[in-house]
């Protein structure tokens, strides 16, 4: 479950110079950051590139296909999400404010823990998309239920051994070699044997989502 960070709120500057205050916070607002995160706007969902963050928001660098509604949850890890109303857009810089003040030290040190002690692992992006795989001479149809530059889980009706190594071709995006980690029932849990490209699968799933809104639009059409 993705968890909310916001609750810890930033210390209270102890200072009646309103010039220090504002000095304070103008350097809060350019902590560098420069990490990957997935960004959940409407029933869209991709990667982005956080630029700068401070207590009170975050400056993220997206895809200009990217919609966007009025608010966006930035998640960092599988249990660390932001949320934040957008309040300025500029070709792929997107600026948000969260709704409430987050203490960055700690949200930093707490990923820094989390990076040391566990296995990190990027968030990955729910989706619906129909592929195939091959595995041996067999072809094999399935559904992507997730995906990162990483792995990928898809829904499938057939039984894999953990190890097995297959083809997965997804539409627009190419041939992907994986193995198998895991299964659950239908539900079949595969690493790539190669990372995507960041770039590469954020314009795949860009066009994914302009289609999907466009074919939901038409569809709405009397």
């Known amino acids: 479950m993705v968890g909310n960070v916001q609750a810890a709120?930033?210390?209270?500057?102890?200072?009646s110079n309103p010039q220090i205050v504002q000095e304070r916070r103008k350097k809060e607002r350019q902590l560098t950051v420069f990490r990957l995160?997935?960004?959940?706007?409407?029933?869209?969902e991709g990667w982005g590139f956080i630029k700068n963050i401070s207590g009170s928001g975050v400056m993220i660098e997206i895809h200009p296909s990217f919609e966007m509604d009025d608010t966006a949850t930035v998640a960092l890890t599988d249990?660390?999400?932001?949320?934040?109303?957008?309040?300025?857009?500029?070709?792929?810089?997107?600026?948000?404010?969260?709704?409430?003040?987050?203490?960055?030290?700690?949200l930093l040190a707490s990923l820094r823990v989390h990076n040391k002690y566990h296995l990190s692992r990027l968030p990955r992006v729910h989706m619906r998309q129909a592929i195939v795989f091959r595995i041996g001479s067999t072809l094999v149809k399935a559904e992507i239920c997730d995906i990162s530059p990483a792995g990928i889980r898809i829904n499938a009706d057939?039984?894999?051994?953990?190890?097995?190594?297959?083809?997965?071709?997804?539409?627009?995006?190419g041939d992907i070699i994986g193995t198998v980690r895991w299964q659950k029932g239908s539900e079949i849990g595969i690493k790539f044997h190669q990372r995507v490209s960041v770039p590469q699968i954020t314009d795949w799933l860009a066009?994914?989502?302009?289609?999907?809104?466009?074919?939901?639009s038409e569809n709405g059409v009397d």
């Open 9 to 15: 709120k930033v210390e209270a500057f102890h200072s």
């Open 37 to 44: 995160a997935k960004i959940a706007s409407g029933a869209a």
């Open 207 to 216: 066009n994914f989502y302009t289609k999907e809104v466009k074919s939901v």
């Open 158 to 173: 057939y039984l894999c051994e953990v190890g097995n190594q297959l083809t997965l071709v997804v539409p627009d995006l």
């Open 79 to 106: 249990d660390v999400a932001l949320t934040a109303s957008i309040r300025w857009r500029k070709d792929t810089l997107v600026g948000m404010q969260f709704k409430n003040e987050i203490n960055v030290n700690e």
